[in-house]
């Protein structure tokens, strides 16, 4: 207000009136009395009743100010009285004592009312005591975890382990824990949730304390408290690491008042009783309005009221707003009077009639109050709102959600409101993203979910054998079902009217038709979105200012309706762009420096470097050129960041500035334009929509994409950011969320597993009957507890809807890879959180939307998987990805596709020739490559063929239950046949390929199961000790892991030797005989090592210890016996005689390891005791299950051809002296010479050296050849010559 003398004079942006003579004009407008009954109508005093009509003063505008005074006094000693309140120690404003009544770390609010612990048990106490009478004050739980509420003296003493309530007079209520805290401790009240509001309430006159929960009194806590001389009370909590409450002493309406209780601080009852007064006036002009032609006051409804410029009426709400401002800015009054006034508005009619007055209280509130005062009353609004909404209990129907959302959009629809709190408020001082969220109930008692659904249900199902079998449901099931279905459509619809008035919110935040009084509100709300990602991406903010996964998800969803509305809004207007079917982001985005992606890693490394490498490329595809100072700003920064800011005319931004060509025709040097890149502040509209010679965001578009655009620009940067944020955190809460639905899982296994003992027990047992009744009971009841919160989730998180979202997210990133992908090298510009999109999201559908929705049923769902794994087959060994952990991911990625039979047949729908390239990266040589998951890649593409490899779980571990039967590992076998001919076709292809590969197969094959044998050796020792020890749980992972690598490397080699047997078995290759050899040493090694009786591997497994599970004999050696059959029984006549003088040549052969396959064992060695009769002893023979009889009679016929060979060879065999031995491996006779050094050793051996080194193993000489070496034909030679 201009002025707040008694005469004043108004001086407001509309109205003015400075003058005696004006104010004269302006009363006879309208005639004397017509003029005195509107005042006295809209000025109406509390107590003046129909008598007093007819005597009452006229009024007019000389002397109104006089009446509103009369009106507003409030009784100053009343005031004084309230001031001075007996009982009460301390500051009139209560606060936190962050200066002296804390112990511990803990962080402090800006407002001295809300605290995070940042210690083990940090406590705080408040600025005022209590000795007298009743009090009471609030705490907002924001997280459920340790704490203690209550009181204590000044007197106590705290420290990190004790806090309020274990000490002498001090009193504490503990939710968590469902506990009452005095020294000792007993059971008390119910437990809090997040959202929760305790009210602490103390009576001192009696000398009672105790507390509420949302409003419902948990009873007398504590009783015969001390008081007295020196006796004074304070609010005190204690409160353990990163938990987070907030006070309400009383500087807000208490939410749950207590009758005859006072909040420790005072209500400003003056500003509130002249605020209800003049809110009572301000009704009052709403629904009467002048008729001067008939000299009466018409009564109107507030929603039909327009303000159309009459003086008499712009004189009175002058009046009214010239007190009212001052009182508008203060906390309490705005959130008891007009949060309450508009709240009503809202709730008493349509959302179109609320809003119409909304938008008259804000119109008047711009026009007659300052803009400061306004800003600042629109602040304390929203926050009053946000919340009310963020903590408000959930009721059955949201009625309470509903109304406030409404206001919200009221707000928010008034155009100047909008842009004041988008550029100021919402992002900035608020967490508004609360706005968009639906918190879960966690009692579901108080949610009213029991009478929404009021039949529960589950799912019926046993997993065996690592699979689902899922029983036909009974009558009475089916019904229960049915009920319980129709209970979550009634709970989905209800959740729908929420969401859809969030997207309202945020269709009005991206209106950018509303650009009349400055900047659309669409590009406002870009700036602020990007610094939010930029926040929550980096991590480098405040942690507790970070957005909450769980929001995040609800955030996204509600912004990709509203941008799906905006895009095909558009469409409909321009025929000639896309619909949001088809959105993608377009490639120049991610290198032509208009879009901050802060730093996070691209394809190709760091932006900085990418500029300096692909400089060319962009001048030539993309007509971009860095600027040379910006390159050498990059530099220096990366040198020393602490260097003096260059001169203004070199300062580069953070973004490149580039020099754009238009890329449809040349441009001469003089009709180049330096486009320089703003930051996300500067930008206006045109910076991102363009112009007619400016593409704003999509310069420097290359020539494979299209000329015409897909959507408006800013529509491009909402998606990318939308991708952005499942990238931050909603994939991992997606996944979070399902743990609801393992526990309905694993309580509905308890159940029935109960049921089944109740059955089976014995009638005369009834103190076991008693216990199991008691246990169904229990399980029964967290069912229905579980059940109707699982109908939440799936209606709010997993929905039909929802699951459709992150499938057009999916999709985008698909679109947006192949776009960027066609750009050649510029592809490495592209974030990598986009192919981390891709992989999650399709995992998401996969895994977490089901059994309720199936991705199965989406529109093109085949044609996305051909795409993704077309994808994954190209880029998961694509050279302009350099990043460990995308590329990585990718690998993982495409293990897991091929898993299942659908997306396996995705894959062999992709171009044959994406097909060979992909089998051909995956047949590249292990070294300096994750190897592990390429093998795996390869084996499941072979599981399923190989011998006794039709298992889904190992035989052995078939009673016990895995820890998640979706697991890649546990799904049915899928081989593909396809994909194996391309590998035997790329096999056969080269005369280094199959050399190559195998040769890193097999060391590889050598490096795993030496480590294993090496780790169950320190296994086996600790075990032995006689003290009490504990093996490291990381070392038995890492065994595990070492000795499952080893038998996927042994399933490869059987597929290897399955396909191309010629690799192997056909000498005429310079390889076979060397590849053959150390292939035959190795199987005997693992033979020796794991069928020797009583030997370590039998001891280990028979520990059976947490960790090594998938440890056991059946794996590795019907991997083994694969290899063996498809050598021995299956090759050609040739090819087995060959096979078999390699194998039983090795020195480590033992004809005893074949004997053991068929359960045949070793016979006792000479002086040593029988084994115990009882012992099994391991046989192929024993799974029938998984071995076919076909399978067992090539084993026997194996063995049979190896014990007839292997006398064969014994009764040939001649002693051989150690001189003629080779010096390497001293197993065979010496058979090759190195020239020019003249060097000797067995073939084997110098094959073997030659495939990683070419110098000789001796004198280090570069070994040019190697030649056959016979000492016979040596020695006659020799002596011919002498």
């Given amino acids: 207000m201009a002025s707040k003398e008694g005469g004043m004079a108004f001086s407001r942006k509309s109205y003015k009136l400075t003058s005696d003579a004006e104010r004269s004009r302006v009363t006879g407008i309208v005639h004397e009395k017509l003029l005195s009954d509107y005042l006295h109508r809209v000025f109406a005093s509390p107590d003046q009743g129909p008598a007093a009509a007819t005597s009452r003063k006229p009024l007019n505008f000389q002397n109104l100010p006089e009446h509103l005074d009369q009106l507003l006094h409030v009784d100053k000693e009343e005031e004084e009285s309230r001031e001075q309140v007996e009982g009460r120690l301390g500051p009139s404003t209560v606060v936190l004592d962050h200066t002296g009544g804390f112990e511990g770390l803990l962080l402090v609010d800006d407002d001295l009312l809300g605290v995070i612990g940042h210690s083990n048990f940090g ?34 003493r705290f420290n990190q382990e004790e806090g309020v309530g274990d000490t002498h007079n001090s009193y504490a209520y503990d939710g968590n824990r469902v506990r009452k805290w005095n020294v000792t401790t007993t059971n008390y009240g119910k437990a809090w949730a997040a959202g929760d509001i305790v009210s602490c309430l103390i009576d001192l006159d009696e000398g009672t304390l105790s507390f509420s929960l949302n409003g419902v009194s948990l009873g007398t806590a504590f009783e015969n408290l001390s008081r007295g001389l020196g006796m004074a009370y304070f609010p005190a909590i204690s409160l353990s690491f990163k938990e987070s409450v907030a006070f309400n002493f009383g500087s807000r309406p208490l939410r749950y008042p207590v009758a005859g209780y006072r909040p420790l601080q005072d209500p400003p009852s003056a500003s509130l009783v002249r605020a209800q007064r ?16 008939e000299g009466r006051l018409v009564e109107k409804k507030s929603s039909e009221w327009q303000l159309q410029g009459q003086p008499t009426i712009l004189l009175t709400l002058a009046h009214i707003f010239h007190h009212f401002a001052s009182l508008l800015c203060e906390v309490y009054v705005v959130e008891a009077v007009l949060m309450s006034f508009l709240l009503g508005v809202v709730e008493a009619g349509p959302p179109e009639q609320a809003q119409t007055v909304v938008h008259h209280v804000l119109d008047l509130l711009w026009l007659f109050m300052e803009d400061y005062e306004v800003q600042d009353c629109l602040k304390q609004l929203m926050m009053s709102l946000l919340r ?3 903590f408000s209990p959930i009721v059955p129907d949201l009625s309470l959600q509903i109304h406030y959302l409404r206001l919200t959009i009221a707000i928010l629809s008034h155009e100047k409101s909008r842009k004041f709190l988008l550029s100021n408020v919402l992002f900035d001082v608020l967490r508004s993203i609360v706005f968009f969220y639906i918190k879960s109930p966690l009692r579901v008692e108080e949610a009213g979910l029991q009478e929404l659904i009021p039949t529960t249900w589950w799912p019926h199902r046993s997993p065996r ?70 926040e929550n991406a980096s991590g480098r903010g405040n942690t507790p200012m970070l957005c909450p ?66 400089k060319d490329d962009l001048a030539s595809k993309a007509n971009i050129l860095i600027d040379p ?45 330096k486009v320089r890149t703003l930051s996300a502040e500067q930008r206006t509209r045109e910076d991102i929509e363009g112009s007619q010679w400016n593409e704003g965001l999509l310069v420097g578009r290359p020539p494979e994409e299209p000329e015409q655009p897909l959507t408006e620009n800013s529509l491009l940067e909402v998606l990318d950011g939308a991708v952005m944020m499942y990238n931050l955190s909603v994939h991992q809460q997606l996944g979070k969320m399902v743990g609801v639905s393992d526990d309905v899982n694993e309580y509905a296994m308890a159940l029935r597993d109960t049921e089944d003992k109740l059955r089976r027990c014995p009638k005369r047992r009834k103190d076991i009957l008693a216990e199991l009744s008691k246990s169904q009971k229990v399980f029964s009841e967290k069912l229905d507890h579980l059940s109707r919160r699982l109908a939440w989730v799936h209606a709010a998180v997993y929905s039909q809807e929802k699951m459709q979202d992150i499938y057009w997210l999916l999709r985008v990133c698909l679109r947006t890879i192949e776009h960027g992908d066609r750009t050649g090298s510029l592809f490495a510009f592209m974030p990598e959180f986009y192919l981390s999109v891709a992989i999650n999201s399709y995992s998401a559908l996969k895994n977490y939307f089901g059994p309720v929705h199936s991705m199965e049923e989406l529109p093109g769902y085949e044609e996305t998987l051909t795409r993704l794994a077309a994808i994954l087959a190209k880029h998961f060994a694509d050279t302009r990805i350099v990043g460990t952990d995308i590329r990585d991911s990718l690998m993982q990625a ?3 596709y091929v898993c299942y039979p659908n997306s396996l047949r995705a894959v062999e729908r992709i171009p044959e020739e994406q097909r060979i390239a992909m089998v051909r990266n995956l047949l590249a040589p292990y070294e300096q490559r994750p190897w592990a998951q390429t093998n795996w890649i390869l084996v499941r593409l072979w599981r399923g063929c190989g011998f006794g490899y039709r298992y889904t779980r190992l035989p052995h571990l078939l009673k016990t239950k895995p820890e998640d039967a979706n697991l890649p590992s546990l799904q049915k076998p899928c081989p593909s046949t396809l994909l194996q001919q391309h590998m035997a076709d790329l096999l056969r ?21 030496s480590e294993f044998i090496g780790m169950i050796q320190e296994i086996q020792q600790a075990a032995e000790r006689l003290e009490r020890n504990y093996v490291d749980s990381r070392q038995l992972k890492v065994c595990a892991t070492c000795f499952d690598l080893s038998v996927s490397l042994l399933r490869v080699l059987e597929m290897t030797i399955t396909l191309v047997p010629e690799i192997f078995l056909d000498w005429a290759r310079p390889t076979s005989e060397m590849l053959l050899r150390r292939l035959a040493q190795l199987l005997n090694q693992v033979l020796n090592r794991v069928t020797a009786e009583r030997n370590l591997f039998d001891r280990v497994v028979t520990l059976r210890l947490p960790g090594l599970e998938s440890v056991d004999h059946y794996p590795i050696l019907v991997a083994v016996t694969g290899i063996l059959v498809r050598l021995l029984v299956h090759g050609p006549a040739s090819g087995t005689e060959r096979a078999t003088s390699v194998l039983l040549a090795d020195p480590c052969f033992q004809l005893r390891s074949i004997s053991y396959l068929l359960g045949q064992p070793e016979p006792p060695a000479p002086g040593t005791a029988l084994p115990a009769p009882d012992r099994k002893h391991f046989s192929l023979q024993s799974y029938t299950d998984y071995i076919s009889v076909e399978e067992l009679g090539q084993v026997e016929q194996m063995l049979a051809h190896l014990t007839s060979a292997s006398a064969q060879v014994a009764a040939a065999s001649l002693p051989t002296s150690e001189e003629d031995l080779c010096p390497i491996c001293y197993a065979h006779p010496i058979s090759a010479v190195f020239q020019p050094c003249g060097h000797k050793s067995c073939k084997a051996c110098i094959d073997q050296h030659l495939m990683n080194n070419k110098d000789c193993f001796f004198c280090k000489a570069t070994i040019v050849s190697v030649e056959d070496w016979d000492k016979a034909a040596h020695a006659s030679a020799t002596s011919s010559a002498a």
Avoid at 573 to 599: C, H, L, M, W
């Fill in 278 to 293: 003049l809110l009572g006036c301000f009704r009052a002009v709403l629904s009467v309005e002048l008729d001067p032609v």
């Fill in 388 to 390: 009310l909404y963020r």
């Fill in 549 to 614: 996964p769980e929001y995040m998800v609800c955030f996204l969803h509600r912004l990709i309706s509203a941008l799906r509305f905006y895009w095909d809004e558009y469409k409909a207007s321009n025929p000639r762009t896309s619909f949001s079917e088809e959105a993608y982001v377009p490639p120049q985005i991610f290198y032509n420096g208009k879009v901050d992606y802060f730093d996070l890693q691209r394809l190709g490394g760091l932006l900085s470097h990418l500029r300096k490498t692909l």
């Fill in 123 to 156: 406590t705080i106490r408040s600025t005022t005591c209590v000795y007298k009478g009743k009090w009471i004050y609030e705490v907002l739980i924001s997280s459920q975890g340790l704490m203690q509420i209550g009181w204590c003296t000044i007197n106590c």
């Fill in 894 to 896: 495409l293990a897991s």
């Fill in 989 to 1009: 292809e080269g005369p280094d390929v199959a050399p190559s590969f195998l040769n890193s197969v097999l060391n590889q094959l050598n490096w795993a199961f």
């Fill in 465 to 534: 054998e690592g699979k689902e079998e899922v029983r036909e449901e009974t009558s009475e099931e089916r019904l229960r079902r049915r009920a319980y279905e129709r209970g979550c459509q009634r709970l989905k619809k209800r959740i729908e009217v929420v969401e859809e008035l969030q997207v309202q919110i945020l269709k009005l935040l991206l209106n950018n038709k509303d650009d009349n009084g400055g900047e659309a509100s669409r590009y406002i709300f870009l700036t602020k979105f990007r610094k939010f990602l930029q």
């Fill in 629 to 673: 100072l910006e390159l050498q700003a990059t530099t220096m920064d990366d040198l020393d960041e602490d260097e003096e800011p260059a001169p203004a005319a070199a300062q580069v931004p953070r973004t490149a500035a580039v020099s754009l060509m238009t890329p449809r025709r040349p441009l001469s040097a003089s009709e180049k334009v």
